[in-house]
């Protein structure tokens, strides 16, 4: 009994061209009584007509969805490599297999509590089934009240608010300008300079690159962001790999300068060169980590007898810099308007998620300059959200004492570097924040936060003897200003503890509470 069995009983006689009549036997189960009554109680064929009709369409659809969406999935994502074969019921099937395999594989054990007892060698198990919002919400509190704990100040609602804040980041796609070449200069900054060739860089995606092996682009400017280029055959079909050198320069100096031998005490992986291997064509790459450049050399390391081009060339670059900054006096000096428009472009490009160290190396945020990259953003994008973001982030970020981590990091996921803090910058940090409310008037955030920076200054004062700081109390902080160990810090530091608390207490006085300091 059933549609399909149905329509393939009829499709049969079809088949067979029978013209007897017919009775239906309609059983849905095989024992034997259910049989006999089956047979007992036969049904002529036109009884199920309809039921035969409606089997027949769904076959029909079936077939017109298969063959169309196949051929279109096929010709759209199939890149004349493989048949994609779409289904009324392999599809959602499929679908339900790879939502299952994705539950698995980002599954997140949960905790959950189970009570167990021994009587008489027998163990019982009992299982106190809770809901797993109940189970989170537990979890929740747990951590909040471990981070409350020893803490002088609350920092559960920092980490949202962190969130809350954080900005989008505004995308533009770059093209490259001109195809250059390097030129030795010994005028030039670090002995080499650009010259545009006559070449435009439209030829590039037209011709062979196999004769070239090499090529140098100019993106007109620096930017920060994301290289992809688009790679596919010519004539025959790719039968091999083919591999490339990318090189991304600041200035043309880098791309003159060998990377190897590496003498540097820096990590290796921040200089800014990528081998990529291209398994088969036609094929877009992106080079997956973030970089920083204006110029960019692409070199052909291994390939067939096939021939191939390089179709297209484009950067994404990314900052969370919005609008545009108030101009300079006309009358301002030439060189200030230059040193003003360099200062705004790097500014921008530091401006990602959080105010960057830089971004090309060092992606993260240090309070210093949040400070100084605060400043400057409060005078030109005026973009306050992110100022708010990085606030926040550090206060949630504080170690169980209450002291400012010197930096932390936003990705995989944000954390501090452990142990990594510094007197100047977390006296700074105060600073950061009377700027801030300055120049926006939250006084939500300054209220909220005005026990981190009160922490700060009642933990420096503990370093004061005679009202000077004592560089050898220990535990001796690690002091940015003037780092290196043979130099005298004394000095530095007793005229920033001055600027800061002077701040601190006029940021006191904005929000009514200089009876705390």
Not at 292 to 309: G, H, N, P, T
Request: overall charge negative; proline content about 4%.
């Amino acid at each position: 009994a059933g549609q399909e069995g149905e329509l393939i009983q009829r499709w049969v006689m079809q088949k067979a061209e029978a013209r007897c009549p017919v009775k239906r036997l309609w059983v849905s189960s095989l024992t034997e009584e259910a049989i006999r009554e089956g047979f007992a109680k036969l049904l002529d064929a036109k009884d199920k007509q309809s039921l035969y009709e409606a089997g027949l369409c769904r076959a029909i659809g079936d077939w017109v969805l298969g063959m169309n969406a196949t051929r279109l999935y096929t010709l759209k994502y199939g890149q004349n490599r493989q048949v994609l074969s779409i289904g009324r019921v392999q599809t959602p099937t499929l679908a339900l297999i790879v939502k299952r395999q994705q539950e698995i594989d980002n599954f997140v054990p949960q905790q959950y509590w189970a009570l167990k007892t021994t009587y008489r060698d027998t163990t019982f198990n009992v299982i106190q089934k809770r809901s797993e919002e109940d189970l989170m919400g537990e979890i929740e509190k747990q951590k909040e009240a471990a981070e409350k704990k020893g803490k002088p100040f609350d920092t559960s609602e920092a980490w949202r608010k962190a969130e809350e804040a954080k900005p989008k980041l505004q995308e533009t796609i770059v093209k490259p300008q001109s195809i250059v070449r390097s030129v030795a200069d010994e005028k030039a900054f670090q002995g080499w300079r650009m010259e545009r060739t006559d070449e435009a860089v439209e030829a590039l995606y037209k011709e062979s690159f196999k004769p070239r092996k090499e090529v140098i682009l100019d993106l007109g400017d620096h930017y920060t962001g994301y290289f992809t280029m688009k790679v596919g055959h010519m004539g025959l079909p790719a039968d091999a790999p083919l591999r490339f050198k990318l090189t991304f320069a600041e200035v043309p100096a880098e791309l003159n300068t060998p990377f190897e031998p590496y003498t540097g005490s820096l990590s290796r992986a921040w200089l800014q060169d990528e081998v990529i291997t291209v398994m088969r064509l036609p094929e877009v790459v992106t080079v997956e980590r973030r970089l920083a450049c204006r110029y960019v050399k692409i070199e052909l390391l291994a390939q067939s007898y096939y021939d191939f081009r390089i179709e297209d060339i484009s950067f994404r670059a990314v900052t969370s810099a919005s609008g545009t900054p108030a101009a300079l006096a006309p009358q301002t000096d030439e060189r200030i308007k230059k040193i003003n428009e360099i200062g705004l472009k790097t500014l921008a490009e530091c401006m990602q998620t959080v105010y960057e160290d830089g971004p090309k190396r060092d992606q993260r945020l240090w309070i210093g300059d949040l400070y100084l990259e605060a400043l400057a953003n409060a005078y030109s994008y005026k973009n306050h959200d992110l100022t708010k973001r990085c606030l926040y982030l550090l206060a949630a970020l504080a170690d169980e004492e209450g002291f400012l981590h010197a930096t932390v990091y936003e990705l995989p996921k944000p954390e501090p570097q452990t142990n990594q803090h510094t007197m100047d910058y977390s006296l700074l940090y105060g600073v950061a924040l009377l700027e801030y409310f300055k120049e926006t008037g939250d006084r939500t955030t300054a209220e909220e936060l005005w026990p981190v920076v009160k922490y700060q200054i009642e933990f420096a004062r503990t370093y004061l003897k005679d009202w000077v700081y004592d560089v050898d109390k220990q535990p001796s902080w690690w002091l940015v200003f003037d780092w290196k160990d043979d130099l005298n810090r004394h000095a530095p530091i007793q005229g920033l503890m001055t600027f800061a608390i002077d701040k601190n207490y006029e940021l006191a006085c904005l929000l009514g509470r200089e009876a705390e300091v």
